[in-house]
C-alpha cells in the first residue's frame, strides 16, 4: 500500500501562486508515475500534470505555461507550483501515484485550491 498526504491548498487572489506537496509513504518502489488531478464543483476530474519516474512530465492545455510539476525522488515528493492562478483553477487537486506492472492507483486525500477573482 502506498499511502498519499497533500498539503499546499488554499484560498488566493486570481494572479497568486500557490505550492501543492505530495509525499508518499508505505510500500513506495516501483511508483511509475505521480501527479495531479483536480475536481471543479459539477465537473469530472481532469489531469492537471503528471510526471514519469525518468523526469517526462505532462501538462493539461489549461494550465502549460502557468503550473509546474516536480518531483523529489529522495524525498517521495511530488510538488505542483501554479502561478498565475485564475478562478477557474479552483477545484479540489488530488495527489495520484501508478505503481508496479499493474499499474495500481492510489490517491491521497485532496486539497482544495480557492481561486478569487
Known amino acids: 500500500q502506498v499511502q498519499l498526504v497533500e498539503s499546499g491548498g488554499g484560498l488566493v487572489q486570481a494572479g497568486g501562486s500557490l505550492r501543492l506537496s505530495c509525499e508518499a509513504s508505505?510500500?513506495?518502489?516501483?511508483?511509475?508515475?505521480m501527479g495531479w488531478y483536480r475536481q471543479a464543483p459539477g465537473k469530472q476530474r481532469e489531469l492537471v500534470a503528471d510526471?514519469?519516474?525518468?523526469?517526462?512530465?505532462t501538462y493539461a492545455d489549461s494550465v502549460k505555461g502557468r503550473f509546474t510539476i516536480s518531483r523529489d525522488n529522495a524525498k517521495n515528493t511530488v510538488y505542483l507550483q501554479m502561478n498565475s492562478l485564475k478562478p477557474e483553477d479552483t477545484a479540489v487537486y488530488t495527489c495520484n501515484a501508478n505503481q508496479g506492472p499493474f499499474h495500481t492507483q492510489y490517491w491521497g486525500r485532496g486539497t482544495q485550491v480557492t481561486v478569487s477573482s
Open positions: 508505505g510500500r513506495i518502489s516501483s511508483i511509475n508515475v
Open positions: 510526471m514519469l519516474l525518468g523526469g517526462r512530465s
